[in-house]
């Protein structure tokens, strides 16, 4: 199966399920995240596990520690306003991209939850991207 594919399966788990899902990310605090391509000015929905520092929401562009990062990364550089929807709630959001300190914080402590990320920062050279989701409105 290929990711498209992967990804539409867990997108109507959570959407059936008011955000729940099984299978290897059972347990796992996941969103949908939905960006304006960057190129195309589609939208892409994508299903992402997530920490929380504060009331803020962090994603982490991992990709699994691929050498290149996700296309979402690339969608909300270009356009960062972007729509969430955690558990049955569905809003706006505002992506910023995080760096230093505040950026190590925030990858340590969702690799702390998630021993996955570890691995990912482990195959890879590039710095995997860190980003907080503001609620907007």
Same mark, same amino acid.
Do not use: C
């Given at each position: 199966? $290929?990711?498209? =594919?992967?990804?539409?399966?867990? +997108?109507?788990?959570?959407? @059936?399920? @008011? /955000? #729940?899902?099984?299978? &290897?990310?059972?347990? %796992? ?8 391509? %960057? ?14 520092d504060g $009331?803020? #929401?962090?994603?982490? %562009?991992?990709?699994? /520690?691929?050498?290149?990062?996700? @296309?979402?990364?690339?969608? !909300?550089?270009?356009?960062?306003t972007v729509? !969430? =929807? ?5 809003? &706006?959001?505002?992506?910023? #991209?995080?760096?230093?300190? =505040? ?5 340590? @402590? &969702?690799?702390?939850?998630?021993? %996955?990320? $570890? ?5 890879t050279t590039?710095? +995997?991207?860190? #980003?907080? !989701? &503001?609620?907007?409105?």
């Amino acid at each position: 199966m $290929d990711m498209a =594919e992967f990804n539409k399966k867990i +997108i109507e788990e959570f959407r @059936a399920n @008011a /955000g #729940i899902v099984g299978g &290897q990310f059972a347990g %796992a605090p996941m969103l949908l995240l939905t960006t304006t391509g %960057a190129k195309s000015g589609r939208s892409h929905t994508t299903p992402l596990v997530y920490s929380k520092d504060g $009331d803020q #929401i962090v994603v982490i %562009a991992s990709k699994a /520690g691929a050498p290149t990062n996700p @296309a979402w990364y690339h969608n !909300l550089k270009a356009h960062p306003t972007v729509s !969430l =929807e955690v558990g049955t709630q569905r809003f &706006q959001a505002k992506a910023v #991209i995080t760096a230093g300190e =505040e950026r190590e914080r925030l990858f340590n @402590a &969702q690799a702390k939850q998630m021993a %996955a990320f $570890d691995e990912y920062r482990k195959k890879t050279t590039r710095q +995997i991207p860190v #980003i907080k !989701l &503001q609620r907007v409105g």
